[in-house]
């Protein structure tokens, strides 16, 4: 019992952010045979409400619960079309689906992007299947994560009812930041309710003219690391003066970005970096961008 109790603890007290992978099931196939054999299904809060009768260990309830959404015409809409960009490409919603199952909500939207123009004989598969592959370990390993807290909130004295007051929602989806003439940026988010230590924001840039990932060195040039510091530390000092607030150095504050830093790409083609919630100031301020003007 103890150790539940530190599983439990653990969970409530999960702070900064962690990267994790993401993917969600390339195909949703269409059954509603499988769906009306399903008996437990019930008005959801928002559009269906998957139940299952079953109590299993939290892996086997995390593989039978996306199954089910995988079969499930539901939860598998029309794809949804956004403007042609550059009159090459195009980001369309491949997939999106809801469902929920002991009081934990899953919503999902997955992006694809498309080519128009085929022959630049450019592709754009392999950053498609890494989105669809990100976004599917990062559903499975959320419900996992959920149904193991809820395991050792029941087994540690808590009642169903005062576990339905955590309203768990596991969310999957997309935001684009520029579709232009040259480049297309967007990014993917992953976030779960209940704790912030396993949100992960994964940024794609792409030159449209050539479909290949544009890099913070293709933009700034080769010294951009030391570029990029010099004007987020210039403007830290600035914003602090108006009055914001930043970890210190000793804190774990901004010390330098890495060669893996977040970024996107604005309206004006300069680069935004992008520091996630806790990472180098309060929560409270949620992300925290730099546009950097070279």
Known sequence: MRKLEI??????N?????????RVQQEITKSRQKQEENRNAVGCRRRKRILFGMETAAAAVCILFTAALNMSPVFANEAEQLPVIGGL??????RTYEAEKDDIAVSVEIPTIERIAEETKVTVDAINREILARCNQYAQE?????????????????????????????TVGYE?????SDYLSFVVRGSESWTNACNESRYYNLDIETGEIVTLKELLGSDYIELVNRSIREQIDERRRAGETFF?????GFSGISEEANFY??????????????E????????VEFEIIV
Request: hydrophobic share 35%; glycine share 8%.
């Open 265 to 278: 790409i604005n309206e004006n083609n300069r680069p935004v970096i992008v520091f996630e919630k806790y």
């Open 280 to 287: 180098i100031t309060s929560g409270s301020a949620g992300e």
């Open 14 to 22: 999960m702070c900064i952010p962690g990267e994790l992978s993401i």
């Open 89 to 94: 490409a195009r980001i369309l919603t491949f």
């Open 142 to 170: 959320a419900v996992q994560r959920a149904e193991e807290y809820r395991t050792a909130f029941l087994e540690t004295g808590g009642t169903p009812e005062e576990w339905e007051k955590h309203n768990i929602n596991i």
């Open 248 to 252: 210190s150095a000793e804190e774990g």
């Open 7 to 12: 599983m439990k603890k653990s969970y409530d």
């Open 176 to 180: 684009i930041k520029q579709h232009g």
